[in-house]
């Protein structure tokens, strides 16, 4: 289980960054050709009187941005295929501070925009001329009442690379400098244990193996507590910082109504998900019969998953499987996404350095998407191919179907896609596998656990970081122990019924990436239910609905995240998708006593 170099792995399975930029010098030409378009166009500040002028400075800036997004997406996947190369450091640095002066640079805009009459601005935003423009418009009118002075904003922009240092610097200790030692594993030989490692020890069937990996993981991670607990609190005070400087009463505020999606959706999806929770534990106690363990474990939640379902395929078979999965979405969509795999899209090995995890980029429009996979090749290795390939065929269309400036769907709407795969993968496999119990088992054991980790987990992870706000926002301070006390409250409430709450699992919260993009995970959550309700819709064998499924697919950002899913086909400014999705979630807990039994 040796960690490769990058060099050790075969081309052919890494990602092709050619169609970015062919060479690191001609990265370093556009760098500074963009470095220059950015000052040059902040002399156009006090210009933006006309409509001719207006028109102008938006397609200016949109073509700014659409090329730094190319030197962006480069500089990211050059970082993250080998964090230890200095160089690559340096450019995603200085990508950073190259965005900032880019973002800095149209900083006049919105107060000169806001300026004027607003009989003209309604003008622009229906004027088809600034078709590509109006949701841009709309959203600086929107949120009007948070904007300030020209200087104001300019202040907030350039604060941006300081303030991002921070969710940096836990990335340097999470993916560098926090050294985990080793774990003995089944046969007694020691093995490194990493992040990306984690979750193989959290199955093995040995329970001292999962123990010790667990352990040692929280251990590891307490070990720097308070070098986490400041990282995470000058998160947090950066994000009050943003919300205070833009007049809105709370952080969670801020970040929902930039996204435009009411906090309505945050509390009610806590809420209705606490309804759940004893169907979980229902779950938690058939998992603890099935295992064989008298109390479960925190460390004992990952074993069991695939028991009597033992598929490893490598990356073609894996890759071969996503596209039979996904054939209900359409014989264009197979065609297209088959192209990810030969034409190199895909990073698909863990190699020394990597970034740990999986992710999908659309960000540089004109060419394909790119996804960077640890694959193992596991059911977990083949799910997350259909995940990520999900946001890839999600940017795919909508960057094809939508102008630049409208191409970039929302992170509100950006877990759909990839989920809906997920579920797509998971009913092809039920089928394919109909007629063998062991199979059924696991995949339904395996729905359940996407379930668990998707909406129970997330939210769980959800109400963490809107009550460390809240504490925040109250004046007090986020200390070590007082965010650990915080998160081992909140498991215990989801798990507490039937798992034995290890107090170690109170660091766990230093180990998640995502705190780092405050107010992201609930959308896991809402995400999950929205796909569960629009994958039963495409299995129906009703063609509308693939055909609303498609249709949303090419929307980018081109309408309010909460309109984009109503054409998709769910309602999310309700609680009914979370209460229905917590439905099947139960449906399937009793067909998995069943199949148990
Ligand atoms: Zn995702």
């Known amino acids: 289980m040796a960690v490769l170099s990058r060099n050790e792995i075969d081309s052919k399975y890494k990602w092709d960054l050619t169609r970015l930029f062919a060479t690191d010098e001609e990265w370093e030409k556009e760098f500074a050709a963009i470095d220059g378009l950015a000052a040059e166009f902040t002399k156009r500040a006090g210009t933006l009187t006309s409509k001719e002028h207006v028109l102008e400075a938006f397609r200016a800036h949109a073509e700014i941005l659409r090329r730094f997004e190319f030197l962006a997406t480069y500089a990211m996947a050059k970082q993250n295929e080998d ?184 509390d009610s999806l806590i809420t209705a ?60 969509y197979v065609r297209d996404a ?19 995890g999986a992710y999908s980029t659309g960000g540089a429009y004109g060419t394909t998407p790119y996804v960077l996979l640890n694959h193992k090749n596991n059911y977990d290795g083949l799910s997350t191919l259909c995940h990520e390939m999900g946001h890839a065929m999600h940017s795919f269309y909508s960057n094809g179907a939508q102008p630049y400036p409208k191409a970039d769907y929302s992170i509100f709407v950006a877990e759909v896609a990839s989920t809906t ?57 986020l200390t070590s122990d007082r965010l650990s006390q915080l998160y081992l409250e909140i498991v215990k409430t989801y798990y507490g019924k039937k798992v034995a709450v290890d107090p170690c699992v109170a660091s766990e919260w230093m180990r998640i990436p995502h705190f780092y993009s405050p107010f992201y995970v609930y959308k896991y959550a809402t995400s999950f239910c929205a796909a569960i309700s629009l994958a039963r819709g495409i299995l129906s064998g009703d063609p509308e609905k693939v055909t609303s499924y498609r249709r949303f697919l090419t929307l980018g950002s081109s309408l309010p995240p909460i309109e984009e899913l109503r054409i998709a086909g769910v309602d999310l400014s309700t609680p009914e998708p979370v209460t229905q999705a917590l439905d099947v979630f139960a449906e399937l807990v009793y067909e998995y006593q069943t199949l148990l039994s």
């Not at 863990?350 to 740990?356: A, D, M, P, V, Y």
């Not at 199979?439 to 909406?455: P, S, Y």
């Open 273 to 332: 998900v606490h309804e759940g929770i004893d169907t979980l534990n229902a779950y938690l106690e058939l998992r603890r019969k099935k295992i064989g363990v008298s109390r479960l474990h925190m460390y004992d939640l990952y074993y069991g998953n695939e028991q009597g379902f033992e598929i490893h395929p490598d990356i073609e078979e894996s890759f071969d499987l996503f596209l039979k999965a996904v054939a209900p979405l359409g014989e264009d």
């Open 338 to 356: 088959s192209r990810a795999l030969p034409e190199r899209w895909i990073d698909v090995y863990e190699n020394e350095g990597k970034r740990s």
């Open 421 to 477: 795969n997920e579920i797509l993968l998971n009913e092809y496999l039920r089928k394919q596998y109909k007629d063998d119990p062991a199979a059924q088992r696991a995949l339904v054991g395996n729905l359940l656990e996407h379930f668990r980790t998707t909406v129970f987990r997330q939210t769980l992870f959800a109400e963490f970081e809107h009550r460390a706000h809240q504490l925040a926002e109250a004046g007090e301070s």
């Open 83 to 266: 964090a230890s190369v200095p160089l690559y450091q340096a450019m995603d640095d200085r990508t950073m501070s190259l965005g900032s002066r880019v973002v800095a640079s149209a900083a006049f805009m919105t107060p000169e925009l806001l300026a004027l009459p607003e009989e003209t601005l309604d003008g622009y935003e229906a004027d088809p001329d600034f078709a590509d423009y109006n949701r841009l418009l709309s959203g600086i009118r929107r949120t009007r009442a948070h904007s300030l002075s020209r200087e104001g904003e300019q202040l907030l922009a350039m604060a941006g690379e300081a303030l991002s240092a921070p969710d940096q610097a836990a990335e340097m200790l999470r993916g560098l400098d926090l050294k985990l030692g080793s774990v003995r594993d089944e046969q007694g030989q020691r093995v490194p244990l990493t992040d990306a490692g984690f979750v193989l020890f959290l199955e093995s069937s040995d329970r001292r193996v999962r123990r010790t990996a667990f352990r040692k993981m929280m251990n590891g991670y307490a070990s720097m507590g308070n070098t986490f607990a400041a990282l995470y609190a000058g998160q947090v005070k950066a994000d009050l910082l943003y919300s205070r400087a833009r007049n809105y009463d709370s952080c969670r505020a801020a970040i929902m109504d930039s996204e435009e999606v009411p906090e309505s959706v945050y």
